[in-house]
């Protein structure tokens, strides 16, 4: 008869499904019949496994260079003397050089026409804190000054007798017209326990306002 739907039809049919579903689950390994029973599932990505070992912090101390700095700066103010080597009676140029790096166990001569033929030389453009800077033709002919580069463009000596040990534009007209070269002394490592310490910042008022000037500290190496 058309129109009319067979019960035992349907009944048949849905026996055969479980009939077919029963023999999945006996023929199939479970973890296959158990995904043929259950619609599939959304696959989530993987997460990343951290790794067990520890990682040691790295530590953010000063480098030897920047150590020379900080002493430089703690400086900055004495009076300048001529022959002077030391911080209670003041210092001249190649003085005060001497007694910074003498202060991290680099011992250096007092004069500057000795101090020139230390390290090696470099390229203005690559200068780095800690770097001797020399000008010539200053008060004598030849060699005559010696400073240290800080960074930024900016370096420190014992200037003269009115400023005493002072921070001074590299780029100056007048540091320009003297300047001479660059020399890099080899500096050791700074010891792992060094404890960390804090960045220094020091302004500067130049050309009618202050200039910041931050020295370290940086990775240790």
């Known amino acids: 008869m058309t129109g009319k739907k067979d019960p035992n039809t349907s ?35 993987p997460s990343k496994t951290r790794s067990t070992v520890p990682h040691k912090p790295v530590d953010r101390t000063y480098t030897r260079a920047e150590l020379l700095m900080r002493t430089a700066l703690s400086y900055r103010g004495l009076p300048y003397r001529w022959g002077g ?35 090696r030389r470099i390229p203005k453009s690559e200068l ?29 000596n014992a200037a003269s007798y009115g400023q005493g040990v002072t921070l001074s534009q590299l ?6 017209h003297h300047w001479l070269e660059a020399r890099r002394i080899k500096l050791k490592p700074v ?12 302004t500067v008022h130049e050309g009618g306002h ?11 190496r």
């Open 128 to 156: 780095q804190a800690g770097d001797l800077v020399f000008f010539k033709n200053t008060y004598r002919h030849g060699v005559s000054h010696v400073g240290i580069y800080v960074g930024e463009g900016w370096f420190i």
């Open 85 to 119: 080597a030391s911080p209670r009676s003041g210092f001249d140029c190649s003085g005060f050089v001497q007694a910074v790096y003498r202060k991290w166990g680099i011992y250096l001569p007092h004069c500057t026409s000795e101090q020139i033929h230390l390290g």
């Open 11 to 45: 009944r048949h049919v849905g026996l055969s499904r479980f009939a077919l579903i029963t023999v999945f689950s006996l023929i199939l390994p479970p973890s296959v019949a158990s995904a043929a029973k259950t619609p599939p599932q959304k696959s989530e990505k």
């Open 210 to 220: 202050d200039v910041k000037i931050v020295v370290g500290p940086t990775r240790h």
């Open 191 to 202: 010891p792992e326990d060094k404890e960390d310490v804090k960045p220094i910042t020091v």
């Open 171 to 176: 780029n100056s007209a007048y540091n320009e």
